[in-house]
């Protein structure tokens, strides 16, 4: 079986590994290239009955704050329950905006999230979740919600409704929906969550039997582990097909398995990701249907029935075939005492163990609003800790390996005003997987030795092709440019030495 010499391999090479704690170096107290998300969720009505100027104002101090603290990638949710953050033509309105489903806010959060995320160097993933079609505090369905139109193709299971995830229909719906947020808006990837088949209730069944006894199946557990397979699968082909430079991440549940059920799990006790969800996050990351994962390994260090040290072992070995980044809690952080060190919380004890695993490229901030508001002083940890410099998004070689062509020159001008100015020439690009897309300029004092490994001597990381030199830079000093793609392939530096 593929997938068990896969995972014995890694388990192999891991077990030569170091040990479990990080040895703080500049490059992994500031690595250079690292995921550091945050999501932004309306599930929580956090948004609810916020006018434009409100809620933008309200999204503009989030992304500040995060800003601070060096956040580049924002997963914003777009998609709670069959309906849209946007204006979608297959979906109405949410009524997390405006308390109406179907009933427009005037404005568009989507683009105006996408654009404000790109000021700050930040990229936007669209988030949806796929089959919930109705929580359970929406009342009343949009006239032109898929389920009031179609509503055989639906479940209903403890007072939520579902997609029914064995309908092909119900896939061209969900794919044809992702195809228009993909075509219409610049962002940089698509995200789902770990919401698949429904959280199960204890002597509660999810009604799918008459679909099961057509399928030919056997196994109804393996049949639906099939359904949401061929999900992902389509998903996979719609963002290549549509923009082949996007990425499509997923956030499972915490736990794939627990020992107990499959010999390679982890020694959890809990709900399990594989068998109670029918997510096989695995199999998606060994077929390269998604991009990255970001289980959400949500529990303090030491809880007893899944420990996040354990857990955060476990996915390094076994989910390591695609950058994997950690789902991070912080309300659960910071009220969780740091088992070395009573006088405060798990941060930075998760925080190393995380970078300790070689495996692990990031994390992402669940939630952005907690982390933006530095519950617990967590945003203050992170900036003088682990986020200090900017980071670059881990490489996907997968996807795109080239790295563009450096500029032609760079040289030092005087501006008409006085102002010194660096200016740069690119190559012309037809192709768009190595187009420019930002830049990148380092600085080094006279004497520094000049080392692009390091993400504390970036200035600027600007999509200009200039950059106006600040008074505090005067002095002799080394420039160097780079350019940077959509999938943040970095080319080789161009230097301009300068005395100013």
């Known amino acids: ?116 995320a790109h000021k700050r160097n930040m990229e936007l993933h669209a988030w949806i979740n796929p089959y919930r079609a109705r929580t359970k505090g929406t009342k009343t369905l949009a006239k032109n919600h898929l389920a009031a139109l179609s509503p055989g193709n639906f479940i209903e299971y403890e007072g939520q409704l579902y997609f029914n995830p064995s309908l092909k229909s119900n896939r061209d719906h969900i794919c044809k929906v992702v195809a228009d947020i993909l075509t219409r808006y610049d962002v940089d990837g698509l995200h789902i969550d770990d919401y698949f088949y429904p959280y ?54 915490g736990i794939y398995r627990n020992e107990k059920s499959w010999e390679w799990g982890s020694r959890t006790n809990g709900l399990q990701c594989y068998d109670d969800l029918n997510a096989d996050v695995l199999y998606w990351i060994e077929e390269g249907w998604v991009d990255y994962s970001i289980p959400q390994v949500y529990w303090e260090i030491g809880h007893k029935a899944a420990d996040y040290a354990t857990l955060v072992e476990w996915w390094a070995k076994y989910a390591n075939g695609r950058p994997l980044f950690i789902g991070q809690d912080v309300n659960r952080t910071v009220k969780a ?90 190559a012309e690009c037809d192709d768009v997987m190595n187009a420019p897309a930002k830049y990148l ?26 950059y106006k030199i600040p008074a505090d830079q005067k002095g002799k000093a080394t420039y160097v440019v780079t350019v940077l793609d959509r999938l943040q392939n970095e080319s080789k530096g161009v230097k301009c030495k300068v005395k100013l």
């Open 200 to 253: 199960p209730v204890n002597g509660k069944s999810f009604k799918d039997d008459k679909w099961f006894a057509a399928s030919g199946y056997e196994d109804k557990s393996l049949w639906r582990r099939n359904n949401v397979n061929l999900l992902i699968e389509r998903l996979h082909q719609t963002v290549r097909s549509v923009k082949p430079w996007l990425k499509f991440g997923v956030s499972p549940f």
């Open 1 to 116: 079986m593929r997938f068990f010499y896969t995972v014995l391999l890694a388990v192999l090479l891991l077990s030569c590994s170091t040990g479990k704690h990080s040895v703080k170096t500049n490059e992994n107290i500031s690595p250079k290239r690292e995921f550091r998300g945050a999501w932004i969720q309306a599930v929580n009505s956090q948004f609810l009955g916020m006018g434009e100027a409100e809620m933008k104002n309200y999204l503009l101090t989030m992304l500040d704050n995060l800003q601070k603290v060096n956040v580049n990638a924002i997963i914003f949710q777009v998609r709670v329950e069959g309906d849209a953050l946007y204006p979608s033509p297959y979906e109405p309105w949410s009524r997390y905006l405006t308390g109406q489903q179907g009933k427009s806010p005037g404005w568009d959060p989507l683009a105006f999230m996408v654009d404000e």
């Open 337 to 426: 005492k740091d088992t070395e060190n009573a006088a405060r919380h798990q941060l930075v004890q998760k925080m190393d163990m995380q970078r300790a695993q070689s495996s692990i490229q990031g994390s992402c901030l669940w939630d952005a609003a907690s982390a933006a508001n530095n519950v617990g002083g967590y945003r203050d940890i992170l900036a003088q800790n682990y986020h200090s410099y900017p980071a670059l998004m881990p490489l996907m070689p997968f996807i795109d390996k080239d790295a563009p062509e450096k500029v032609k020159g760079v040289e030092l001008i005087k501006a008409d005003n006085g102002d010194d100015v660096l200016v740069w020439l690119t």
């Open 441 to 466: 300029v380092y600085r080094f004092a006279q004497g520094e030795k000049v080392n692009l490994n390091s993400m504390k001597n970036i200035v600027t990381i600007t999509a200009n092709t200039y």
